[in-house]
T-cell receptor
Framework: DTEVTQTPKHLVMGMTNKKSLKCEQH?????MYWYKQKAKKPPELMFV???????INESVPSRFSPECPNSSLLNLHLHALQPEDSALYLC???????????FGPGTRLTVT | GDSVTQMEGPVTLSEEAFLTINCTYT??????LFWYVQYPGEGLQLLLK???ADDKGSNKGFEATYRKETTSFHLEKGSVQVSDSAVYFC???????????WGAGTKLIIKP
């Protein structure tokens, strides 16, 4: 099973709201990723967790706050977002293979 | 640094036509190479991969061969279907940190 799940599928939030995106995998993978994808573009890496520790933060604004509660779960907490943050947010995980990542279906975020 | 170059789209073909989407890369060492597919409104799916020179990845009738001499990993399919309409991303994972380096993506449109 190579499934990564994400909730919610769609999210509309105002600029003063606080919300969270959730990601879960049960493949025993120890690396998990958050990406942001704009329409017709490749994904942009935001954060990488390795063995539940944040290993890479690609200079993401502090209004995005990641959390890895355990080896299967990854959260992305959102606060005071801007309309330009509207995008598809993708979670991925990687096992011991040479770099292949398995992606969830994404959360379509709209900031109003 | 490492990079991936894909042919620009959209690529428009008739059903049952032969498909080639070109992908070339620049990388040090021996990267792993991947094709991902993104159907409308969905996340990214790993389509196929190759981890060393002359490896052929294949899945769902799609094939790609890792050619180190030409630094290429072209995607091919002998007979496309309308259901193959999607955006295709070529990606590589380097030796050192297993982060994915993405091509720009190629939109494929198959007409009945």
């Amino acid at each position: 099973d190579t499934e990564v799940t994400q909730t919610p599928k769609h999210l509309v939030m105002g600029m003063t709201n606080k919300k969270s995106l959730k990601c879960e995998q049960h493949m025993g993978h120890r690396a998990m990723y958050w990406y942001k994808q704009k329409a017709k573009k490749p994904p942009e890496l935001m954060f990488v967790y390795s063995y539940e520790k944040l290993s890479i933060n690609e200079s993401v604004p502090s209004r995005f706050s990641p959390e890895c509660p355990n080896s299967s779960l990854l959260n992305l907490h959102l606060h005071a977002l801007q309309p330009e943050d509207s995008a598809l947010y993708l979670c991925a995980s990687r096992g011991s293979g040479r770099g292949e990542q398995y992606f969830g279906p994404g959360t379509r975020l709209t900031v109003t | 640094g490492d990079s991936v170059t894909q042919m620009e789209g959209p690529v428009t073909l008739s059903e049952e036509a032969f498909l080639t989407i070109n992908c070339t890369y620049t990388a040090t060492g021996y990267p792993s190479l991947f094709w991902y597919v993104q159907y409308p409104g969905e996340g990214l799916q790993l389509l196929l991969k190759a981890t060393k020179a002359d490896d052929k990845g294949s899945n769902k009738g799609f094939e790609a061969t890792y050619r180190k001499e030409t630094t290429s990993f072209h995607l091919e399919k002998g007979s496309v279907q309308v259901s193959d309409s999607a955006v295709y991303f070529c990606a590589l994972s380097g030796d050192s940190n297993y982060q994915l380096i993405w091509g720009a993506g190629t939109k494929l449109i198959i007409k009945p």
